[in-house]
């Protein structure tokens, strides 16, 4: 099979990670008979000092034809005043491609038990939780502006949840609580938010076609107190795009680094979006110290649910795993006896796993 994969660099440490991922989908090419062919589409910081836009039409244009999107990160300091931001290419993408529901999962694998914040009693039942959050509506795109107040200058930006956007992520939870433990913790803020009653509304309404699932309402200040103190009762966590946004970076430091934590964006097509869920790392891009295997988890994730090669994102997982049990370790997941590697090193380790 050939697979046309769309690659979005962008910024900082991202062309790094996402050369570690290209060698890493290269190998597993080789070994199950596929051909991947990466087309690179400018996004970011980059597509503002190259084609004067963090968005242009003809990156669009490239990951909308191909199979699947597989991003490294945009943003950095150098474009924090201009005049339209390189997030906004990131946001504008996942609009674009219609990618409603983000997929984050945070596992704490055995041998990582040292880097999570977390007392070792606090993990005694481990963390294997996967938050789905809505991607394409909610604060992030609400109306917003500037205005005159009282107090004089005033800004705004609105949360708005509508019936369709509440019911679609909800199914696409409901759905993957069926594959799991069927229990849903669903995350709002009904106690004051007139979008999150309605939220919270819907969420039960579409529980009536998925009665083998329990939903538990749970308010978003309480969620991230139970996360820290009880990660182990999470399964899966459903959420409104800016609270799924702060609370997967907990969940992610809960695991032990941001470094690892894939995400997979969808949609209604099977084409989606990969990406880790960190950021550029303007502070130590070119250092060659990122850690690689969140955007290699992440081409896991689309392998295995754009390119349907289970077996192959398996294999890819398992190369992480055995990295991390053989001691491996990038800077910011490591602890003292381990063995201190940067990325191209990660990326080889994985490489070799995978062809044993
Ligand atoms: C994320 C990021 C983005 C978001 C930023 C970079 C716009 O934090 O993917 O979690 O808020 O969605
Ligand atoms: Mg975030």
């Known amino acids: 099979m050939i697979y046309d994969i769309a690659t979005i660099s962008g910024d900082g440490i991202g062309p790094e990670i996402i050369s570690s991922a290209k060698k890493v989908l290269a190998a597993i090419g080789k070994k199950y008979d596929a051909v ?45 005043n201009a005049p339209v931001r390189p997030e906004k290419a990131l946001l504008g993408i996942r609009k674009e491609l219609g990618l409603y529901a983000n997929f984050r999962q945070a596992v704490l694998y055995p041998e990582l038990k040292f880097a999570s ?3 070792e009693s606090l993990l005694a039942d481990g963390i294997d939780a996967v938050m789905v959050r809505e991607l394409t509506g909610g604060i992030y795109f609400g ?16 949360e708005c949840i509508s019936e369709l956007e509440a019911e679609r992520i909800a199914r696409s939870a409901f759905e993957l609580a069926q594959t799991r433990k069927k229990r849903l913790v669903s995350v709002d ?26 939903v538990e309402d749970m308010l978003v200040d309480n969620c991230a107190m139970q996360l820290a103190r009880n990660p182990s009762h999470f399964d899966v ?24 934590m894939p995400s997979a964006s969808v949609g209604n097509t099977s084409a989606g979006l990969y990406e880790p869920i960190h950021g550029s790392a303007p502070d130590i891009a070119g250092t060659g110290t990122a850690n690689p ?20 994102a398996r294999d890819v997982e398992n ?33 070799s796993n995978i062809l044993i």
């Open 36 to 80: 991947f062919n990466f087309e690179e589409a400018p996004m970011g910081g980059i597509a503002i000092d190259t084609l004067g836009t963090p968005m242009p039409q003809s990156s669009v244009d490239v990951c909308k034809k191909a199979s699947a999107v597989l991003l490294g990160a945009v943003g950095g300091p150098k474009w924090d």
């Open 143 to 158: 109306e917003r502006g500037y205005r005159i107040g009282k107090y004089g200058r005033e800004a705004f930006d609105t």
């Open 189 to 214: 803020k009904a106690n004051v938010l007139e979008s999150s009653r309605l939220w919270r509304k819907i969420v039960h309404d579409i529980n009536e076609d998925y009665p083998d699932v329990t």
């Open 237 to 260: 966590i459903v959420t409104s795009n800016m609270f799924g946004d702060i609370l997967s970076d907990l969940m992610a430091a809960l695991v032990g680094s941001i470094g690892l």
């Open 293 to 312: 295997l969140a955007t290699i988890l992440s081409a896991a994730m689309m392998l295995r649910l754009s390119l349907n090669m289970e077996e192959a």
């Open 319 to 351: 190369a992480v795993k055995k990295a991390l049990a053989d001691g491996y370790r990038t800077p910011d997941i490591y602890t003292d006896n381990f063995v201190k590697i940067g990325t191209e090193r990660m990326t080889e380790v994985i490489i």
């Open 117 to 119: 914040p977390l007392k």
